[in-house]
DNA sequence: CTATTTAGTTGATATAGTCAACTTTATAGA
DNA sequence: TCTATAAAGTTGACTATATCAACTAAATAG
């Protein structure tokens, strides 16, 4: 029995799926995995959510609370728990905003600097593994149509009744 | 103050991720979310992984546990859980395998049928709004491409070759 | 000034994913 | 055959992710 394999090797490995919903299930799924594998192996204990969080904050000048859960498409209750994990991991700082004294703004602190220069450097590896064999137009061409499909679902959610206010009610084609 | 917008609409909506990493995060969160929102709307009570296991079984003859572990790539434990929360609400049967005593085949009672169907229309219903604005090439493209990240994340584990020759190592757009 | 909205917090709950220990059965090999 | 190992499935414990509702405090429209 050839133990090549670290999973079972008497059975057929992966059948490929054909089917959107399918494929999108198990790219996510793998992507999560050795996302999650990497940043362990990287000795970097932070969840992904976290990471993402402290991602969005590095690249943008005078964010808050809201701008994150904005851009990450999260919601503010979970982003609020995720900030304040980082907080109290030393990761960023809250400042007062002297804007808005609801909110407060958001900072990398030096060891969050240092967390985000490795975490990039896993960013990278991992997008060159999985573009590995691809021609630069393909990773375009992934990027603008995952885009596109993300557009597609999110669209239908506003608009489909201008005028009606509560907005869940329609039947949804 | 005109609530044509479910979100906020007095910041930017929604900025496009030019990264690989961030337009799968952004993806799929979108892709789930308004999966979840419309197997609500249609009255089907049921969480994503058990609609997915649920699919697997109807679309595989003679399959067990296993084999839609192997199949949704995931842990058996969790597939033993959910297997037994669709046995419980009478969605599926396990039936004894005659070829092995430690496992039992699977199949769809006729309320599994009937939810299966339902599932098979959502999911058309979904898949269609995803790529309504996609040319056939495109959707092709996107599943290829996928498949072909998928891999290329999987193989990784296997085989770990850091040859990386790759001619077009772009790091990550 | 007052109504409403917005930013953020908190509690509760559901879903998802992982790991390890365990039972039962299958199977390879001495 | 006997035995060691592996495989199928179960269970417990735990972490991570997502969502909703109620809440406080500050901003703001009228």
Redesign the interface.
């Known amino acids: 029995m050839s133990s090549?394999?670290?999973?079972?090797s008497s059975?057929e490995p992966?059948?490929?799926?054909?089917?959107?919903?399918?494929?999108?299930?198990?790219?996510?799924?793998?992507?999560k995995s050795?996302?999650r594998?990497t940043i362990k192996e990287k000795q970097i204990p932070l969840p992904i959510t976290h990471i993402?969080a402290l991602k969005g904050i590095s690249r943008n000048p005078a964010c808050t609370a809201?701008?994150i859960a904005?851009?990450?498409?999260?919601d503010k209750a979970q982003i609020t728990r995720v900030l304040n994990e980082l907080l109290k991991d030393g990761l960023i700082a809250k400042i007062d905003n002297p804007k808005d004294r609801r909110s407060q703004l958001l900072q990398l602190t030096s060891s969050g600097e240092l967390i985000m220069a490795q975490l990039n450097a896993v960013?990278?590896q991992?997008?060159?593994?999985?573009?590995?064999?691809?021609?630069?137009q393909?990773?375009?061409?992934?990027?603008r149509?995952?885009?596109?499909?993300?557009d597609?679902?999110?669209d239908?959610?506003?608009q489909s009744q201008?005028d009606n206010?509560s907005?869940s009610t329609d039947p949804?084609?």
């Open positions: 090549l394999l670290l999973k079972d059975q992966a059948p490929q799926p054909s089917s959107l919903s399918e494929t999108l299930h198990r790219l996510t799924h793998t992507y050795r996302l594998e993402r809201h701008s904005q851009r990450m498409q999260r960013e990278q991992i997008t060159a593994q999985m573009t590995c064999n691809l021609s630069e393909d990773v375009a061409a992934f990027i149509i995952s885009n596109s499909i993300n597609n679902l999110s239908q959610t506003l201008p206010q907005a949804q084609v």
